[in-house]
C-alpha cells in the first residue's frame, strides 16, 4: 500500500517529483428508468437545463477533490471542463470529465469526482420524477503527463 | 423539473413539511482488476486499512452533501455509517452508507454522496497497483421516513 | 455594539429566540458597458447560458454565509431562489434572492450573499469582453419573520 | 463566450499561460443611514472595532474565490490586504482590497470578493442598528501583470 | 468504543435524543518566551490587535467543527463567544471559547476546536518574533445540558 | 506586528521570496486519565482503530490551514504524514505531524494544525469513557528551508 507508512495513512511525497502538464478524462452515467426520462426530455424541452447545472457542479467538485479524498494532494487546477449527453437509445446521460493540472501528482481523482458529482447532481434533480435510477460505470478514459506516460482504456 | 422556477434552478421550499425521522441507504461499488485485489489483499494482511480510511471518508462527504449538489438542503445529520466489505469472488468492494436525519427533506443524497466517496477513496489508494478500476452500481437501497413512506430496492 | 462584548466580537446567544418561517430578499446589479453588454446579448443567443450559472452559483454561496461572514449563525435553508433579468434599456442584470428558513434568526445576509455572489460571477464570465464593470446596489428588499415583523424597502 | 464551450460552461484552459506576478486592487462601499453611522462612531469609540473583524473576513472570503465563482480558477495567492475607511462626510466606510499571486491568470475576482464580502460583513455587525443600508459600488481600481498589461479605472 | 460498530468508525445516532440547550466552556493557552511577549505588547499598543484576530478566527472554526472532527455531527450553534486575555506574570495568553446550541448533542468539540485555533492563530501572528511558544493546556472547563446533566473542571 | 499593516490585519506579501522545500514537525498529546486509557487499550485489541482516524483527521485538517488560519497563504502540500503513539507509562498519545511543500512560505502552521486536530479527534472518540482529557503541549519540533535554515527544538 503506498497510501500508508508504517500502518499510518499518509499524502504521500511528491516534493521530488517534476511539474509537469498532466491531464486525465473520466466519465460517469446515469442510468435512467422510462418515466424519469421521460420527465427530462420534457423539462429539457421547457426552459431550465438540468444537465448544464450538474455539469457546472462536476467543474467545482473537481476544485474540492483534496477536500474529499483524505490523501489526494491539493492541486491549482488549470481547467476543468463536464460535458453530459443524453442517449436516449440507452436511457442514460453519460457525463465526461477532463482535468488539467501543471503539477507533481496527476488528476484522475479530480476527473473522476467531477464527473461522480455531475451524475449525482443530476440524480438530486430528477429523483422526484421516478425510483431506480443507477450510477453506473465510473471510470478513467485516460491520462496524459507524468512519468508513466499516457494511458487510454 | 421541480427543481426549477420559470427557468431558473431553486432549492425547492421545505418549510411547509414536517420534521420527521428519515433515513436512507445507498451502495457503490469499486471492481478491483485482479493485480488491484492481489493488493489490496496483501496490504490487508499487513498494518494498514484502506477500507477504514474509505469509510471514514465517506462518513466525511455526507456531512458536505449540500456543498457539492447545489440544490440540496443542508441537513443537521444524527447519524452516518459507511461499511465497506470485500468479496473476493467478483473481486469488489462494496461500499454501504446509512444516513439518518431529523428534518423536513430524505437523505438519500447524503447516503448516495458517502457511498460514492468512499468507493473513490479507495480507488484512489488502489490506483498505483494497476488500471481498469470501476465505479459500479452507485443507487439508492432503501428509504424510510417523509410524505412518501418506506421504499426498498 | 450588538456583535461586541467586553471588546470582543462575538456570535450572540440566540438560543432564547423562538423558531419560526422567516424570509429575506435581497437584489445586486451587475452594470455592464455597451461593449460588454453586446457580448452577453451574442452569447445569450447561442447556446450557454452565463446568467443561469450566477444563478446557481447564488444558491450556492447562500449555503455557505455562515463560513464568509464571521458572526453570522449556521442556519438550516428551507428555500433559496436567485434569478437574474436583463434590462437592456439600462445595461444592467439584476439578481434578486430569496432565502427562507424556520429558525432563530432572519436569512438577510444569506439573501444578501447570493444577490452579490451570483453579480460576482457573472462579472467573473463577462470580463473578458471589457472593462468598466460595476456591482451596484447590493440591499435587502424585504424581510418576513421573526420578531419585529415584516418590513419592506 | 468564453467560459462556453459547445454550450456547457468550463473552467478554461490555463495551462499554456506564465505564471506571473499578478496583482488587482477593487473597492466596494457600505453606504450608511444616519442612526447607524452614529451607532458606527459610538461603537469605535469603545473597545471592539467592527471595521477590523470586516476586513479579516474580506481576507479569508479572498482565499476562497474560487469555491464561490464556479468558472475561477484556484490560485495560491502570496498577498491579501483589505483595508476598510470611514468617511464621515459621505456617510460611507470603503473596503479596498489588494491580492497578489505569482501565477497564470489575474486575481481580479479575489479582490472583488474580498471587497464585497468585507462590505458584507459590516452590513452584519451594523444591521441592529436601522434598515436602508446599501453596498455600492463594487469595483475593480487596478491590475497588473499578465498578458494585457497594467490597467487603472 | 462507542464511535465504532464492528470495527468501523460511525457518526453514532443521536436521533432519539431530546434537543436541549446545551453549553460549553474550553480553554487553550499560548505560552510565549520572553522575546514574543515582549513583541506582543509592543504590537498592542500599537494599532492592531492579533487576540482579536485570534479570538475571531476561533469563533469561525467553531462553526466548522463537523468538517474537521470525522464523527462530530453538524450543529446549528447558537452563540460562540472566545476571549483571550495576556497573563503578563506567566507570559501566557489563554483563550477562553464558549458554545451553546439547542440541539441532540453537546458542544465540547465545539469549544475545544475554538479554543485550539484561536491559540494557533495567535502562534501564527507571532511567530516571526522567536521561537519556542507552546499551546499549553487545552481543555474542558464546563459542560451543561444533556443527559449528563452539569459537569465543571 | 508583522501581519498588520497601519492597524489592520494583513496576508503578508510572500510573492518575492522563492520557491524552496520546505518542512515542519509538530507534535501535540492526549493525556488520558486512567479510566479513558483503559477504553482505548480495551478498543485497540479489538477490531476499530480510533488512533488511525484520528491520524486521517489530522492529515485531512493540515490540507485546511488556510481556511482556518485567517492570514495564512494557501499551500500546495507535498506530504502530509502524521502519527500517534500511546505512551502507557504516561498515559498519553503523543500525535507527530510532518508536512512538506515546495513554496514561498513554511509550513509549520500545517504541521501544528495537523497535529491538534488529530489529539483533538481522538478526545472525540474517547470523551464517552470519561471526563479530564487534557490536550498537552502542542509545539513545533523542527523546520527546514526558507531563508532562515534548519531549527530544532
Known amino acids: 500500500m503506498t497510501h500508508f507508512e508504517?500502518?499510518?495513512a499518509v499524502m504521500v511525497d511528491v516534493s521530488e517529483k517534476a511539474d509537469t502538464v498532466r491531464e486525465a478524462?473520466?466519465?460517469s452515467s446515469l442510468l435512467l428508468p422510462a418515466p424519469v426520462l421521460a420527465a427530462l426530455k420534457?423539462?429539457?424541452s421547457a426552459k431550465g437545463d438540468p444537465i448544464a447545472v450538474a455539469e457546472l457542479a462536476g467543474i467545482m467538485a473537481a476544485k474540492r477533490t483534496s477536500e474529499l479524498i483524505p490523501l489526494c494532494h491539493p492541486l491549482p487546477l488549470s481547467k476543468v471542463a463536464v460535458r453530459g449527453e443524453l442517449d436516449e437509445a440507452t436511457g442514460r446521460v453519460r457525463f465526461t470529465a477532463t482535468c488539467r493540472v501543471t503539477g507533481k501528482t496527476g488528476v484522475e481523482m479530480?476527473?473522476?469526482v467531477a464527473a461522480s458529482v455531475a451524475a449525482l447532481t443530476?440524480?438530486?434533480m430528477l429523483k422526484a420524477h421516478g425510483k431506480g435510477m443507477v450510477v453506473a460505470e465510473t471510470k478513467l478514459l485516460s491520462k496524459t503527463g507524468g512519468k508513466s506516460g499516457p494511458w487510454r482504456a
Open 110 to 112: 479530480e476527473a473522476l
Open 6 to 8: 508504517d500502518g499510518s
Open 42 to 44: 420534457a423539462g429539457a
Open 122 to 124: 443530476l440524480y438530486d
Open 25 to 27: 478524462t473520466a466519465c
